[in-house]
C-alpha cells in the first residue's frame, strides 16, 4: 500500500489560532495567546456552554487513565497531546502512583516547546515533537526508546486528535497500523467530534475551526467506533463521553453531544 499521508514538518504560525492552545484556553490554562482567546471568545458567543463539553472531554481522559492505572497499565503515548497541563496524563497517574511513564506527542512547534519546560522536572514524563502520521518516527523517537517499553501494555491515546485528520490522510489505516504494533494487554483510547446527534452544532463548531490552523474532520459515531478494529471494548463500549463510566454523583449535563469515544483492549 502506497502512503499518501501527509507527514510534513508543520511550520509555526504564531497568527492563526492552534487547536492545542485553544484547548487550554477553553480549560482556563495560561499557554494560550490572544488570538486563541478571541476564538475561544467567538466560539462560545456562537455556542453557549461548548466550554462544558471540553472540560467533558478531559474528565473523560482522566477516567480513562484511572481505570487503566486500576487495571495495571503504566505505560501511556498521548499522539496530539497539545499542551500537558489542567489535569493532563501524568498529573492523573501521579496522584495514583509513583510507577508510572508518559510519552506525549505533539507536531505542533510552539506546542512542544512551552511543554518542555513544564516537564522538564518531571522524571517519568517527556514530549517528542513528531507527527502521528508518521508512527515509525513516533516510537522509534530518542524519548519513547527512553521511557517507554513497547513490548508491553501500553495505553495508546487518541484523544480529540483524529478529527483533525483528513479522509485524505487514512485515518482508518493509520490507527490500524498502530493497532497492529501495540502489544497485548495494550488499550486504545479513541475521543473525537461528532455530528451524529448535534448537526448543527457541529457545523457551528466546525466552520470556527475552518479558520484556525487546524480544520475539524467530524465523523458519524459509527465511523468512529470502528477505529477500535477488533479490540475489546471497555464496557460501556463506544459512546458519548458524559455517558463513559461518569462519576458517581458528579454528572454535570452539557449543552451538546458532540464528543464520541471509548477505550478498548488488545
Not at 23 to 30: M, N, P, S, V, W
Request: charged residues 25%; aromatic residues 8%.
Amino acid at each position: 500500500m502506497v502512503d499518501t499521508r501527509n507527514a510534513a514538518v508543520r511550520e509555526m504560525d504564531i497568527g492563526r489560532p492552534a487547536a492545542a492552545r485553544m484547548y487550554d484556553a477553553f480549560l482556563g490554562g495560561c499557554h494560550n495567546f490572544g488570538v486563541e482567546r478571541a476564538m475561544v471568545e467567538r466560539i462560545g458567543t456562537a455556542l453557549p456552554g461548548i466550554t462544558g463539553t471540553y472540560q467533558e472531554t478531559r474528565a473523560f481522559l482522566r477516567r480513562a487513565v484511572e481505570y487503566l492505572l486500576a487495571h495495571g497499565v503504566r505505560q501511556f503515548l498521548d499522539l496530539g497531546s497539545g499542551i500537558p497541563t489542567i489535569g493532563h496524563v501524568h498529573e492523573v497517574a501521579r496522584r495514583r502512583t509513583r510507577h508510572f511513564r508518559v510519552v506525549y506527542v505533539d507536531n505542533e512547534p510552539l506546542t512542544v516547546a512551552h511543554s518542555k519546560p513544564l516537564l522538564a522536572a518531571e522524571i517519568n514524563a517527556a514530549i517528542t515533537h513528531a507527527d502521528m502520521r508518521d508512527p515509525r518516527s513516533v516510537l522509534e523517537s530518542d524519548e519513547v526508546r527512553a521511557l517507554l517499553n513497547v513490548d508491553e501494555p501500553v495505553g495508546l491515546l487518541m484523544s480529540s486528535v483524529l478529527h483533525f485528520l483528513p479522509d485524505s490522510d487514512d485515518p482508518d489505516d493509520l490507527v490500524a497500523e498502530y493497532r497492529a504494533r501495540l502489544a497485548p494487554g495494550s488499550h486504545l483510547l479513541v475521543s473525537h467530534v461528532t455530528g451524529s446527534h448535534d448537526p448543527a452544532a457541529t457545523r457551528t463548531l466546525t466552520e470556527h475551526y475552518a479558520e484556525t490552523s487546524d480544520p475539524l474532520f467530524p465523523r458519524d459515531a459509527d465511523r468512529i467506533e470502528s477505529f477500535f478494529g477488533d479490540f475489546t471494548p471497555v464496557p460501556p463500549g463506544a459512546t458519548y463521553l458524559s455517558d463513559w463510566r461518569p462519576d458517581p454523583g458528579t454528572r454535570t449535563p452539557t449543552p451538546y453531544r458532540l464528543m464520541f469515544g471509548g477505550l478498548a483492549r488488545k
